[in-house]
């Protein structure tokens, strides 16, 4: 299904897929199986301005409609989710929310940087003990006489170990969650150190570590919002991340159709293209549903956006959709690769691998499952 985009929603389409052909494509099974960060990409993309998403240009960013920053994550997580991921956390996790939360002086320091790539951020919310349950993190700010103090330790951030700045949400009061704050820390600061996590099952080239905060000195205005905002700061920072992970599961989606298709034309069994038979259309048939599905919802939640209009429950619609598509897709995608799925000779095996932590991360499954049954009884199932 095409739709009627604009001019420059059509230019960002074909400028996001000429560089994902020509530089994302190319090196993405290589750097998968060596779990290598793509540096050289990421520079890249800051100078080619892929950084500044939907900021405004008054700070340095691209200006973006909701609609074109998902045309770019779509296209760019089609060649590789794992180059994807730094924009979405770039973007999504990190600017938006200093966008919308931070005072003047913080957005004129941090997001020119990060919508250059001159600086990498993260987003630290989860902890060991903690990840859907929120309220539960300890992650602690004190106040002291200048700023805060923080001590903590968070796990699974991405872009924890290249990050020049993380946003840090953590309690100011034990026992009160209402308290939680959210801190912009540069990761320079003293006491502040992470540790890259490896053995993923996918997204190998996209960087993710533990944070470990010891006694963080941060100064007064590196509070994002304020005390008692903390919560709101991460739900809207999920808000965004939903979005641009759905858009990257299109992408991955999308690349699991194409994939099966060209492979069906080309293979041939019992004297036909296996695209003859009907019960491999029949799975083709399948993944064409469930991408007009996904991109629908996404464009839907995209258009909301646009109108600034609250979009909490048709993002995580879109979220628990296209993530559990291109879970189904890059599943069907291998089936239809015969043995040869089963190879990293063929993308689809990175696919399915890739797509899979879309179910968990930003909120699983089973957490937009209850927010959107929240919205539909009026009844939250969890606190
Ligand atoms: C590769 C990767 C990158 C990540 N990047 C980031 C990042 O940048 N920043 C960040 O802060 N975090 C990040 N995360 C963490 C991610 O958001 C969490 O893993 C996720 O929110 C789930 O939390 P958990 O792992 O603690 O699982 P748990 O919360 O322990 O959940 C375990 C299982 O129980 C289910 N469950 C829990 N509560 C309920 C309930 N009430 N009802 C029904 N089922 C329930 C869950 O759905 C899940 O199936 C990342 C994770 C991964 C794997």
Known sequence: MDFDLNETQRL??????????????????????????????????????????????EYGGAGLDYIAFALLCEEISRADSSVRTVISVQISLVATPILKFGTEEQKRKYLPRLCTGEWIGCFGLTEPDAGSDVQQIKTFAQKTAS??????????????????????????????????????????????????????????ASNTAELILDGVEVPGPALLGEVGQGFAVAMAALDNGRYSVSAGCLGIARGSLEASVAYAKERHTFGKPIAAHQLVQEMIARMVVDIDASRLLLYRAGELKNQGKPNTLETCIAKYYCSEAAVRCANDAIQIHGGMGYSNEYSVERYLRDARVATIYEGTSQIQKLIIGGFATGIRAFA
């Open 12 to 57: 960002i389409r074909r400028q996001a897929a000429d560089f994902a052909a020509r530089r994302v494509a190319p090196g993405a099974r290589q750097r998968d199986i060596e779990g290598r960060y793509p540096a050289e990409i990421v520079k890249e993309m800051g100078a080619l301005g892929m950084f500044g998403g939907v900021v405004p240009e």
């Open 147 to 204: 700023g805060w103090r923080l001590n903590g330790r968070k796990i699974w951030i991405s872009n924890g170990g290249v990050a020049q700045l993380a946003i840090v949400i953590a309690q100011t009061e034990r026992g009160n969650p209402r308290r939680m704050a959210a801190f912009l820390v540069e990761t320079s600061t003293p006491g502040f150190s992470s540790r890259d996590i490896h053995g993923k099952l996918g997204l190998r």
